[in-house]
Protein backbone atom coordinates (compact mmCIF):
# COMPACT_ATOMS: atom_id res chain seq x y z
CA UNK A 1 0.00 0.00 0.00
CA UNK A 2 1.15 3.47 -1.23
CA UNK A 3 1.46 5.84 1.75
CA UNK A 4 2.32 9.08 2.68
CA UNK A 5 2.68 10.56 6.08
CA UNK A 6 3.01 13.88 7.08
CA UNK A 7 4.73 15.28 10.39
CA UNK A 8 6.06 18.40 11.71
CA UNK A 9 2.93 20.45 12.22
CA UNK A 10 2.27 22.79 15.24
CA UNK A 11 1.58 25.90 16.88
CA UNK A 12 4.45 28.37 16.05
CA UNK A 13 4.20 32.42 16.92
CA UNK A 14 4.04 34.84 14.07
CA UNK A 15 7.57 35.04 12.30
CA UNK A 16 9.02 31.96 13.98
CA UNK A 17 9.41 28.45 11.63
CA UNK A 18 8.50 24.77 11.24
CA UNK A 19 9.86 22.02 9.07
CA UNK A 20 7.25 19.48 7.71
CA UNK A 21 8.01 16.02 6.89
CA UNK A 22 6.20 14.17 4.30
CA UNK A 23 7.42 10.23 4.45
CA UNK A 24 6.77 7.83 1.66
CA UNK A 25 6.59 4.22 1.96
CA UNK A 26 5.72 1.71 -1.35
CA UNK A 27 7.34 3.86 -3.52
CA UNK A 28 10.47 5.00 -4.82
CA UNK A 29 10.78 9.22 -4.98
CA UNK A 30 12.62 8.95 -8.13
CA UNK A 31 9.69 8.60 -9.77
CA UNK A 32 7.26 10.60 -7.99
CA UNK A 33 6.74 14.16 -8.10
CA UNK A 34 5.61 14.97 -4.13
CA UNK A 35 3.70 18.59 -3.86
CA UNK A 36 2.56 20.01 -0.95
CA UNK A 37 -0.86 21.36 -0.55
CA UNK A 38 -2.83 23.02 2.42
CA UNK A 39 -6.43 23.99 3.28
CA UNK A 40 -7.70 26.48 5.71
CA UNK A 41 -10.79 26.98 7.42
CA UNK A 42 -13.56 27.83 5.11
CA UNK A 43 -11.51 28.26 2.45
CA UNK A 44 -10.40 25.84 -0.55
CA UNK A 45 -7.35 23.99 -1.16
CA UNK A 46 -4.18 25.10 -2.77
CA UNK A 47 -1.16 24.36 -3.65
CA UNK A 48 1.66 25.70 -1.81
CA UNK A 49 4.63 23.84 -3.64
CA UNK A 50 6.08 21.34 -5.84
CA UNK A 51 9.20 19.31 -5.79
CA UNK A 52 10.16 17.20 -9.31
CA UNK A 53 11.66 13.77 -9.40
CA UNK A 54 13.38 14.23 -12.76
CA UNK A 55 15.73 17.28 -11.78
CA UNK A 56 14.59 18.28 -8.51
CA UNK A 57 13.63 21.53 -9.65
CA UNK A 58 11.23 23.47 -7.35
CA UNK A 59 7.82 25.37 -7.47
CA UNK A 60 5.52 27.52 -5.11
CA UNK A 61 2.66 29.66 -4.90
CA UNK A 62 3.30 33.17 -4.80
CA UNK A 63 2.14 33.62 -1.01
CA UNK A 64 4.88 31.63 -0.13
CA UNK A 65 7.88 31.91 -2.61
CA UNK A 66 10.34 33.79 -0.45
CA UNK A 67 9.91 32.42 2.75
CA UNK A 68 9.02 28.24 2.27
CA UNK A 69 11.75 26.06 0.89
CA UNK A 70 10.68 22.33 -0.59
CA UNK A 71 13.52 19.89 -0.54
CA UNK A 72 13.92 16.13 -0.64
CA UNK A 73 16.10 13.10 0.59
CA UNK A 74 15.86 10.24 -1.60
CA UNK A 75 18.00 8.18 0.05
CA UNK A 76 15.44 8.75 3.49
CA UNK A 77 12.04 8.81 1.07
CA UNK A 78 11.70 12.02 2.59
CA UNK A 79 10.17 15.25 1.40
CA UNK A 80 10.46 18.44 3.48
CA UNK A 81 8.92 21.76 3.65
CA UNK A 82 10.92 24.49 5.24
CA UNK A 83 8.57 26.98 6.53
CA UNK A 84 9.96 30.53 7.74
CA UNK A 85 8.62 34.14 8.39
CA UNK A 86 5.05 32.32 9.32
CA UNK A 87 2.07 34.52 9.21
CA UNK A 88 -1.04 33.77 10.25
CA UNK A 89 -2.96 33.27 7.07
CA UNK A 90 -0.62 30.42 6.88
CA UNK A 91 -2.62 28.47 9.15
CA UNK A 92 -4.22 25.36 7.72
CA UNK A 93 -3.76 21.70 7.23
CA UNK A 94 -0.41 21.30 5.70
CA UNK A 95 -1.49 18.03 2.96
CA UNK A 96 1.65 16.34 0.95
CA UNK A 97 0.80 14.04 -2.09
CA UNK A 98 2.13 12.05 -5.28
CA UNK A 99 2.11 11.92 -8.61
CA UNK A 100 3.57 9.60 -11.48
CA UNK A 101 6.71 11.79 -12.97
CA UNK A 102 5.34 11.05 -16.22
CA UNK A 103 2.27 13.44 -15.66
CA UNK A 104 4.56 16.27 -14.98
CA UNK A 105 2.10 17.47 -12.48
CA UNK A 106 4.56 20.43 -10.29
CA UNK A 107 3.74 22.08 -13.35
CA UNK A 108 0.42 22.49 -12.92
CA UNK A 109 -0.01 21.74 -8.76
CA UNK A 110 -0.96 25.56 -7.86
CA UNK A 111 -4.13 24.93 -10.59
CA UNK A 112 -6.72 23.41 -8.28
CA UNK A 113 -8.54 21.64 -11.36
CA UNK A 114 -5.21 19.24 -11.52
CA UNK A 115 -5.61 18.27 -7.37
CA UNK A 116 -7.34 15.06 -8.20
CA UNK A 117 -4.59 13.92 -10.68
CA UNK A 118 -2.62 13.74 -7.33
CA UNK A 119 -2.58 10.63 -5.50
CA UNK A 120 -2.21 9.23 -2.77
CA UNK A 121 -2.25 11.80 -0.15
CA UNK A 122 -1.22 12.15 3.08
CA UNK A 123 -3.25 12.66 6.41
CA UNK A 124 -2.45 16.33 6.89
CA UNK A 125 -0.68 17.86 9.70
CA UNK A 126 -2.36 20.94 11.26
CA UNK A 127 0.05 24.24 11.53
CA UNK A 128 -1.39 27.11 13.12
CA UNK A 129 0.50 30.72 13.55
CA UNK A 130 -0.76 32.20 16.46
CA UNK A 131 0.22 34.95 19.07
Known amino acids: QVQLVESGGGLVQPGGSLRLSCAVSAFSLDYYAIGWFRQAPGKEREGVSC????????NYADSVKDRFTISRDNSKDTVYLEMNSLKPEDTAVYYC????????????????????????WGQGTQVTVSS
Open 51 to 58: ISSSDGST
Open 97 to 120: AAGPARWRLCERFHTPGFFGLWDP
